[in-house]
């Protein structure tokens, strides 16, 4: 059947036309084969290869290639490639939607160009390849030019060309039938003219798609973008040397920056640059979008827009995505009565100590070089004693974020997030996350320790089995406060009793009314309180972690989760335990 088919294509009307044209170029010689040279291993994956489009068996352009072939002995096969040796490689989807198009426009050329060797006659082809001779086949061959494809693609970018060769004397192909056939397109930007002039003498110029005309894509503007020179998040680690000891001396959560100092610089976007396609229209280019600045309080930008500047001396801190420059105060000495007490708004630096006696209170961090004596100290912030803190059972820290000290003795301490100790010795301690006693000592002896989550510790308790109490869940600082507010109001409200059975008289009218307004603050943070208490125990996600931790535990710890409470009547090593099924767990 295959032999059959080649027979009748060999005598075929096309090849006889072919064959009594005007002589065309003698066939190319093929080369001899020759050993390729290994092909250079790299490192990587494969470079993307060439898009090209794949024809069926007995598609019109093959037709035609084959009878072309025929005439002249050898022909090279057709090569439809999308993208020229060395061009960039389009993606895939790209690519895809490309080859679609192309072969659209080839199948109506190709079966153009195929009815007009075999005319019609009568419904049928006379002399098509493969088929019967009809009734009224041609005698003398018809004389067609050699053909120019052009198409364009659908970005408008690129534009190819495909030639399909003369039959008969028709017209070989010339510079003339390139350019009318890009015209015809539209086809007037980026043309390649130094293919026009070369394709008319090409060997392999028939049944090939060459890149004719390229456009110039648009180059979209960058976009700006803020260069940070200050950290947005601080690594609140403490680094633990060989002897597991941490030096709290170089805790420094404080980033120090003077008035007119940068604190981030400002790209400005870029503008967009307009393409253009092969016919000639604009592709507009998106302009870059600006930086959105993260200029804070006491900050401002500077003449050209370039620079995010301080406005005045203090701390750098990211918060709310904008950098604030906090007011620091910094005490070069101790906290004693050449100083006073402290109540700023910043943050506090203290290189020295805080005496008995007194108070400390800051809205940021407070950062202490020396030792914390039996005083008060509250930050909205951090607060880092590097020296440890001696309570004598009359100091309170509060801090509404972090707690690192070298140790901490008879004190009252108040933690939001995680407390960072050497030693816990009979302290009362309240703390909405975890405690961490891993470093230098690693003790808690004596006291209470409330947390959240988990205590971890080297050695809870001594030998001399001293009562040391650990209590985990729930909010221990939500608690404490609902505690001392609820204390708080009702002495306002007895003093406010006493005061309604006084006579009246101005004192009494102001003091009242400052105590009408104490009682409405508490009351709401009261009910405030109440409501987060509601939303714990109504989590469907449960408490969380609840677990302690240490290498050993003596006997006179007590150690409570929730409703459930474990007396260690002898010495552990090492000791994990946690709640399961109502009951406490030793691991």
Known sequence: MAANMKEKLKNSALVRMFRSGPKEEEPPVQPEAREEPAPEVRDGPPPPSRHELQLPEGHALKLLWQDYREQLGWAPRPVLYLEEPGAEILPEDEAEKELR??????????????????????????????????????????????????????????????????????????RAMLTEALEEQKVCFGVDEALLDRLPQETERYFRLFTAARGTPPVHGADGRVVDLFPRTTERTLAVDEHNRVDYASVDFISNIEKGGEICRI?????GVPGQTVDGREI?????????????????????????????????????????????????????????????????????????????????????????????????GDVVVAQGVQGDDRAVIRAQRNLYAKYLENSCIYVKETLHTDSLINCDVYCDGSVEVRSGRMTILGGTVRAAHEVSAGVIGSQTESQTNILLGGLPCGSFDYEQLTEETRGLEAE????E?????????????????????????????????????????GPGVRRMACDVVYPGTVLTIGEASHRFERRLTPCNAALADGEIRLI
């Open 284 to 380: 507009r280019a998106r302009d870059g979008r600006a930086a959105t600045v993260p200029r804070g309080r006491n900050t401002q930008l500077s003449g050209d827009g370039g620079l995010l500047l301080a406005t005045m001396a203090g701390h750098v801190e990211f918060n709310a995505s904008c950098f604030h420059v906090k007011p620091l105060m910094e005490i070069p000495g101790d906290v004693d009565y050449s100083v006073g007490n402290i109540n700023f708004l910043g943050d506090v630096l203290i290189h020295g100590d805080i005496r008995s006696g007194f108070t400390v209170r800051a809205m940021g961090s407070i950062t202490v070089d020396g030792v914390v004596e039996a005083c008060t100290v509250e930050a909205g």
């Open 496 to 499: 406010m009793e006493t005061l």
């Open 267 to 271: 790209i400005a976007p870029t503008r």
């Open 501 to 541: 059975r006084r006579p009246d008289s101005p004192d009494k009218l102001s003091r009242m009314s400052r105590i009408r307004m104490q009682l409405i603050g508490n009351r709401g943070r009261l009910k405030k309180l109440e409501k987060e208490r509601e939303r714990l125990e109504s989590d469907p996600k």
């Open 101 to 174: 198009r192309l072969q659209m426009k080839i199948n109506v050329t190709a079966n153009q160009r195929l009815d007009a060797v075999y005319p019609r006659k009568s419904g049928k082809k006379s002399g098509a390849p493969g088929g019967q001779e009809g009734q009224g086949e041609q005698k003398t061959p018809p004389c067609l030019d050699a053909q120019v494809m052009a198409a364009v693609s659908g970005d408008g970018l690129t534009a190819w060309l495909l030639v399909y060769p003369p039959v008969g004397a028709g017209r070989k192909l010339d």
